[in-house]
């Protein structure tokens, strides 16, 4: 007779992160034109890794959404899996407003590849993302993760707090680090489009002087 069979047990891992950077100036009319800027802008920032998926059969407004690939930094779980998370995310633009990212469909690569095979399996993910700005003065990031495995061998063996514990950790630190540096990014795009809004603007002025 055949020993009963135990089911895999589920544990769900949540991450919450929200960062805010405060622009040199405050000009809420200046802030509202830069989130009318196409999503690629958004997606195409410095020290960002993100893809966009050219679909030719995709009809699509492509100034304000479109389907990109996140490629975050390497990870280390107990010092047995290196993984660099791959995501596969939709980016809609509300224009004037924010840009929202969301996405149910990452994968990690990396090494020892049967590992990763049997990882890649045992989970589901789910990120929503908002970019967008508070007041005349801030720009803000924020993002909530939710994870759900079912651990694999050899971490089957570990207890649930230790899973929970570790995996928390590991994924609110990639969070965290990605965040500051998006973030610094996005300050640095919109202090430049603030500079292109005044060369014109002081263009246009002395354009219309000499008529």
């Known amino acids: 007779m055949l020993p009963p ?3 895999r047990r589920t544990l769900r891992i949540r991450v919450d992160d929200t960062r805010t950077s405060t622009i040199r100036s405050q000009k809420a009319n200046t802030l509202r034109s830069y989130f009318c800027q196409p999503v690629d802008r958004f997606c195409k920032l410095r020290g960002v890794s993100l893809r966009r998926i050219m ?3 995709d009809t699509s407004n492509k100034t304000t959404q479109g389907r990109f690939v996140l ?21 809609v633009q509300s224009s004037g407003k924010c840009v929202n990212v969301v996405s149910d469909d990452c994968s990690l690569q990396g090494r020892p590849v049967e590992l990763l095979d049997a990882v890649n399996a045992c989970f ?12 005349d003065s801030d720009l803000r990031i924020s993002s909530s993760i939710l994870v759900n ?14 899973l929970t514990s570790t995996g928390y950790a590991v994924l609110s ?3 965290s680090a990605l965040h500051q540096v998006f973030l610094s990014s996005l300050r640095e795009d919109y202090e430049s489009f603030e500079e292109e809004c005044a060369a014109a603007l002081t263009t246009t002025t002395t354009t219309t002087t000499h008529l």
Not at 71 to 91: G, I, Q, Y
Not at 149 to 162: E, I, S, W, Y
């Open 71 to 91: 490629t975050v930094p390497a990870v280390n779980f107990f010092n047995v899996l290196d993984a660099t998370p791959t995501v596969t995310c939709e980016a």
């Open 5 to 7: 069979v135990v089911p």
């Open 173 to 175: 630190t990639a969070t």
């Open 124 to 135: 589901d993910f789910h990120v929503n993302t908002n970019i967008d700005y508070v007041g």
């Open 55 to 57: 679909d030719e059969n």
């Open 149 to 162: 495995v079912q651990p694999p061998p050899p971490f089957d063996v570990f207890p649930d707090d230790v």
